[in-house]
């Protein structure tokens, strides 16, 4: 299966690059799913049809879903929540109100990821085409895999096992006192099976040859920094992205003297857009004069888009993550376009690399190589953060 996720700040128009992906893709013979996991669904409005959380045939070859993510969470975490509720009963809150806060905040938005695993697995579609929520909230999506790692390896397996050998001793004289019992294995399993969910998902988030995040900007200067941000963001999680979409160009063909500003400052940004980047390609999509909705809008847009391609190609394979060998020494370079050396802050604990840009962190496991090495000096060159590794003795550089 190939997997095709459409992001962008909200509003850029990465709902209709989608939909128009989609019909090009279906187009060609690739049994194609088109999925919202935006948490304010606007697919169904882009293909002007009803659409539901099951996937609904449009036309040969191309179906839509809207993710319903309580339906995903009952599915999927129906034990918890159901124990929560028990627990926050027993506390004396109301039914509907136990309920209600036995959804943990956010958590309708991470099962949008074990749907795309699901899919995965089940191979019915050649190609998924993820409408995702807006970068933020995709970027925080993504990076969920490798941070559950952290807090399930060095948190909750120890706790697994403790409640678990001692749950048919306490149990006993725990209900009669807190009127509530102790968690089942059933609800002591199902955070870990789901982590164990992540977990693989990751890996096909991580293969360009499987997924390709597609960045759908506007020429303007909010979104183009947003954008590059994301850009980086993406390659710190090791997501590839393998193509950049400039949608709503005012055309030259418009000669209104009020757009002329307009134009010119879009001018501006088109270069930058081509040039910060730079190497991905870069496709340019006209403001319309009309709404992306319909399919004969859609299919405007596929022509613009791809004419005589295959969508599904992979448009240009990055190397976020690689270990180069310097004579007796090891360098770990981690692909950030655009972010400056003194955003980046790094810190090493037993075998684990610690990257933070920001409010954006990330855990890497080291390599056996390196794991027993200390980092002794980073440079930021070609976009790349290299960490240089040596032994202990070492002086940092």
């Not at 996720?5 to 909200?10: F, P, R, Y």
């Not at 799913?33 to 304010?40: G, K, Q």
């Not at 400052?265 to 081509?274: G, N």
């Amino acid at each position: 299966m190939r997997v095709l996720l459409m992001t962008g700040k909200g509003g850029v128009g990465k709902t209709s690059v989608a939909a128009a992906t989609g019909l090009r893709c279906a187009e060609l013979g690739h049994k194609t799913l088109v999925l919202s996991t935006d948490p304010a669904h606007s697919l169904a409005d882009s293909f002007d049809t009803e659409l539901s959380h099951d996937p609904k045939e449009i036309q040969p070859n191309l179906w839509g879903a809207e993710l319903d993510a309580l339906r995903e969470l009952e599915g999927n975490w129906g034990a918890v929540k159901r124990y929560i509720t028990q627990v926050l009963q027993a506390r004396g809150l109301e039914g509907i109100e136990a309920e209600e806060l036995a959804i943990l905040p956010g958590m309708d938005e991470i099962f949008s990821l074990v749907r795309m695993k699901r899919h995965y697995d089940e191979a019915e579609f050649d190609v998924l085409i993820i409408d995702s929520a807006p970068t933020g909230t995709a970027l925080r999506l993504l990076s969920l895999p490798e941070v559950a790692g952290w807090y399930m390896r060095k948190l909750y397996k120890p706790f697994q096992a403790v409640s678990t050998a001692l749950r048919p001793l306490v149990e006993p004289f725990f209900r009669p006192v807190a009127g509530f019992s102790l968690p089942t294995k059933e609800v002591m399993d199902a955070p870990y099976e789901f982590y164990e969910q992540l977990e693989a998902l990751e890996k096909i988030l991580s293969d360009p040859t499987i997924t390709s995040v597609r960045l759908v900007t506007n020429p303007e200067k909010m979104v183009i920094k947003e954008s590059l941000r994301a850009h980086a963001y993406l390659s710190l999680y090791n997501v590839g992205t393998d193509m950049v979409v400039a949608n709503r160009i005012i055309p030259e063909s418009v000669s209104d003297p009020f757009f002329q500003r307009w134009k010119d400052q879009q001018a501006v940004y088109k270069e930058q857009i081509h040039a910060n980047f730079h190497p991905l390609p870069v496709k340019e999509v006209p403001l319309y004069s009309e709404e992306m909705c319909g399919m004969d809008a859609l299919n405007r847009l596929k022509e613009t888009l791809y004419g005589d391609e295959d969508p599904t190609q992979v448009y240009y394979k990055e190397t976020t993550l690689r270990v180069v060998q310097q004579d007796d020494a090891y360098s770990l370079e981690v692909y950030l376009p655009g972010i400056p050396k003194d955003q980046v802050e790094l810190s090493k604990t037993a075998d684990e690399l610690n990257i933070r840009i920001g409010n954006h962190r990330r855990n890497l496991v080291l390599p056996q190589a390196l794991a027993a090495l200390n980092p002794s000096g980073a440079k930021m060159e070609d976009d790349y953060l290299k960490i240089r590794f040596a032994a202990a003795a070492e002086k940092p550089a």
